[in-house]
């Protein structure tokens, strides 16, 4: 069963326009963390921003945010004042306990593209 | 500071060719790991090590070896190329130790772009 959701494949948004990429996870583990990625059209992987299962607060990251609902089991990254740059594949990322079939792995998203246009 | 280095960045096979991917890190981390990233797929484990001489399978093995004999270093082997291994593959390290590992997050190498004809 797929643990991590990304319903989006693509979204565009408009420079200096806020967006919201939607990423809903699966778990009955109540330890977990969760990892949002950015990879640009150069096809690196760069890591944004964390937010563990227990962290009362959201994360933030400059002009990242993480909009934590755990009851929902939704992890949705909002990007402000979206510029050019930003234009590239998100992925969720979802990390559980250690067990013996994943070790310290992630479970990744299939990705959304985001486009900003001028 | 290097962080994960990959190579080759390209590397085109004939089915039935055999290849090593190297991957190398300077960070002393202790997890290390390689994903396959296909169109639409997002990223899948095919193995991974939690430290020098342990390795494990991950979601989708069938066709790679690894070997970790050092902490810096965790090779894949491509043992009989198929075109169903054309992919782009990245190698992915962390901490493990107690207390700093969880929130952790991986750090990427830039990828291997593997095309077996």
């Known amino acids: 069963a797929q643990k991590i959701t990304q319903t989006q494949p693509g979204m565009f948004v408009q420079e200096k326009e806020a967006v919201t990429l939607d990423c809903t996870y699966d778990?009955?583990?109540?330890?977990?963390?969760l990892f949002w990625y950015k990879q640009p059209s150069s096809g690196e992987m760069i890591f944004l921003i964390y937010?563990?299962?227990?962290?009362?607060q959201n994360a933030t990251e400059g002009r990242y945010s993480l909009n934590f609902q755990k009851a929902r089991k939704s992890a949705n990254l909002v990007i402000s004042a979206s510029q050019l740059g930003d234009s590239a594949m998100y992925f969720c990322?979802?990390?559980?306990?250690?067990?013996?079939?994943?070790?310290?792995?992630?479970?990744f998203g299939k990705g959304t593209s985001l486009l900003v246009t001028p | 500071n290097a962080g994960v280095t990959q190579t080759p960045k390209f590397q085109v096979l004939k089915t039935g060719q055999s290849m090593t991917l190297q991957c190398a890190q300077d960070?002393?981390?202790?997890?290390m790991s390689w994903y396959r990233q296909d169109p639409g797929m997002g990223l899948r484990l095919i193995h991974y090590?939690?430290?020098?001489?342990?390795?494990d399978q991950g979601e989708v093995p069938n066709g790679y070896n690894v070997s970790r004999s050092t902490t810096e270093d965790f090779p894949l082997r491509l043992l009989s190329a198929a075109p169903s291994q054309t992919s782009v593959y990245f190698c992915?390290?962390?901490?493990?130790?107690?207390?700093?590992?969880?929130?952790?997050?991986?750090?990427f190498g830039n990828g291997t772009r593997l095309t077996v004809t």
């Open positions: 090590s939690v430290g020098a001489g342990i390795t």
């Open positions: 992915a390290s962390s901490y493990r130790r107690p207390g700093i590992t969880y929130n952790s997050p991986l750090h």
């Open positions: 778990t009955s583990d109540p330890s977990y963390g």
């Open positions: 990322a979802m990390r559980e306990p250690p067990n013996s079939n994943s070790g310290y792995a992630l479970n």
């Open positions: 937010q563990g299962s227990y962290d009362q």
């Open positions: 960070m002393n981390h202790e997890y």
